[in-house]
Each structure stands twice: as structure tokens, then as C-alpha cells.
């Protein structure tokens, strides 16, 4: 650890509910490849961990009675705003109380203050793919908690559930949620994919970057270049036009025939026309992340 700690009293956060204070941030500053972070009940811990050329925003909370369980969450779409540092935004924070685990919050590193950026799929900068620091900083956090594999829930949304998929695919025996993600992100909008390609890729044409990065903008190749397809339930709605018509085909058409044993990639559908691409609502999202958590005990 290469920074003062510095504690600070209760945030005020306003989310769907209303304004809410939440509890004291603990800044760890930065973690190195081989620091410790120690559990601290009813605390928020604010850190960057640094892989390599990369550094990933971070904030674990834990519970103030240990589960032996995490959730790591990923961010969807991040509203820019010029007062507000992306690195510091990190969804669903106010969830916690509603979650039976402790919970890892990892934000893009993609999304900087020198940049208007609001999804990146974890695509990083030319020679600074962020995806895999990521994931190594799921593994750090869950590794020093004594979080096995088996009680790992990856999760996420739209850009959020990308990345979820793309990290647990590198965390074999881990376990993923994610509502209407992006398969492959080369299909979804043309202007975010426009910014990414130019911003990530120097500007290359998305169809060279498919062909020459397939595992990096398609989680269903991902799982074949690692050959570990997680555990997973995958929630569409049939009434958003992209995830139903777009994600899921690309899903179908690129999922690896795994030999020996069978691997569980559980796909239901729903329909919001009203919703659309939106995430599910507080209450359904938290009471299906309680259930995978508890079959996790189960099994």
C-alpha cells in the first residue's frame, strides 16, 4: 500500500429512493500486486489497485456480520457530468444493506475526466486493456477475504454485465448475474461503439477489431480462449430490441461446445416494454442476487 489511509465521516447519496447517508469511506490510496486489504465492517474501503500499466478504481463494502460471500459489481452506463470524476462513480453503493454478501464495486478505467466516455466495456487505452485488471483485482480482494471461487458473483449490467462475464470467465468455478448484457459490444449503438473504437483502438474499423480481438469484444469467444464457461444466469428482456435481436443471437452463434463436463448458461426471458434496455428494478435484482448466493451455500 503506497498511500496514507485517510478515514472520512458518512456520504449523503441520492439514488431511486431518495437521499440516503451512507456509511464512513476508508481511502486505502493505492494496492500493488501482493498487498493485503482487511475486512472492516460497516465501512466503505476506497482504493486503486495497479496491474501492470493499469489502475482500477475500486470500493469493497463488508457486511457487518461475515457470509463468507462476495458480489463483485460492475458499472452499466455512466452519466457524464463535469463536476463529477467517473472513477468515482460506482452503481448500486446504496444497495448494500439489501445484498446477503460483502460487495466489491469496480469501476471502467476506460472512463476518465479526459474523456466524455459513458460506456467502455472495460476496453481501456491502445496497449492498456483494462479487462484483465479487473478481474486480478476481483481475484486480490476475494483471495485475502478467503471468498472461494464457488461464493464469487460476478454481476452486472448492460456495460456492467459485459464486464461481470468477461471477469468470471477468468475466475473458473465463479458464479455470474447480469441483466441484459452486451455479448459482443461491437453490435450494440453505433455511437458508443464509434467512441470506443476510436479512443481504445485508434480508430480502426469494429470489424478488424472483432476479427483481431475476438476474446476482447466478445464474451462468448472469451469463454472459449479460456475455456471456462461460468456459471451463469443471464436475464434479457425480449421487448429491448438490441438485447433480444442483437445480444442473445451473438450469444447462440458464438457459444463454445464445451467437452466433458456440462457447463450451466441459464438464459431466461422476460418482457418490459416499458423498461426497454433499463435494468431490472432495486428489489427484483436484489432478490435474485440473494438467490444465487444462497444455492452457492447449497451446492
Not at 26 to 34: M, V
Not at 279 to 291: C, F
Request: some cysteine; aromatic content about 8%; glycine content about 6%.
Amino acid at each position: 500500500m503506497s498511500e496514507a489511509l485517510l478515514t472520512e465521516g458518512p456520504h449523503v447519496q441520492t439514488d431511486a429512493n431518495g437521499t440516503v447517508e451512507e456509511p464512513p469511506f476508508q481511502r486505502l490510496g493505492t494496492l500493488l500486486p501482493g498487498d493485503r486489504i482487511e475486512r472492516r465492517p460497516g465501512v466503505f474501503q476506497r482504493f486503486d489497485f495497479h496491474a501492470g500499466t493499469v489502475r482500477v478504481p475500486a470500493l469493497l463494502w463488508s457486511r457487518k456480520e461475515a457470509t463468507n460471500r462476495l458480489v463483485i459489481a460492475f458499472n452499466g452506463a455512466v452519466r457524464r457530468s463535469p463536476e463529477k470524476d467517473p472513477q468515482e462513480v460506482f452503481q448500486r453503493r446504496t444497495w448494500v444493506d439489501d445484498i446477503d454478501a460483502d460487495v466489491l464495486f469496480i469501476a471502467d478505467p476506460t472512463l476518465r475526466t479526459d474523456n466524455r466516455i459513458s460506456i467502455g466495456w472495460g476496453q481501456g487505452t491502445p496497449g492498456r486493456y483494462a479487462i484483465p485488471a479487473m478481474a486480478q483485482t476481483a481475484r486480490l480482494v476475494a483471495e485475502c477475504l478467503g471468498i472461494p471461487a464457488a461464493a464469487r458473483l460476478y454481476f452486472g449490467t448492460s456495460a456492467g454485465g459485459f464486464q461481470a462475464l468477461q471477469a468470471a470467465a477468468r475466475d473458473e468455478d465463479s458464479r455470474a448475474l447480469v441483466n441484459n448484457p452486451q455479448i459482443d459490444w461491437t453490435l450494440y449503438m453505433e455511437k458508443f461503439v464509434g467512441m470506443i473504437a476510436r479512443y481504445s483502438y485508434g480508430d480502426r474499423p469494429t470489424e478488424d477489431i472483432a476479427v483481431d480481438y475476438p476474446d476482447r469484444t466478445s464474451v462468448a469467444h472469451a469463454f472459449a480462449s479460456f475455456g471456462h464457461i461460468p456459471r451463469t444466469r443471464c436475464l434479457i428482456n425480449a421487448a429491448s430490441r438490441n438485447d433480444a435481436l442483437a445480444q442473445l443471437p451473438a450469444l447462440v452463434d458464438a457459444f463454445p461446445a464445451q467437452k466433458g463436463e456440462l457447463s450451466c448458461f441459464d438464459v431466461s426471458l422476460y418482457s418490459d416494454a416499458r423498461a426497454g434496455h433499463n435494468p431490472m428494478p432495486r428489489l427484483a435484482t436484489t432478490t435474485a442476487i440473494n438467490t444465487i448466493l444462497r444455492e452457492a451455500i447449497d451446492d
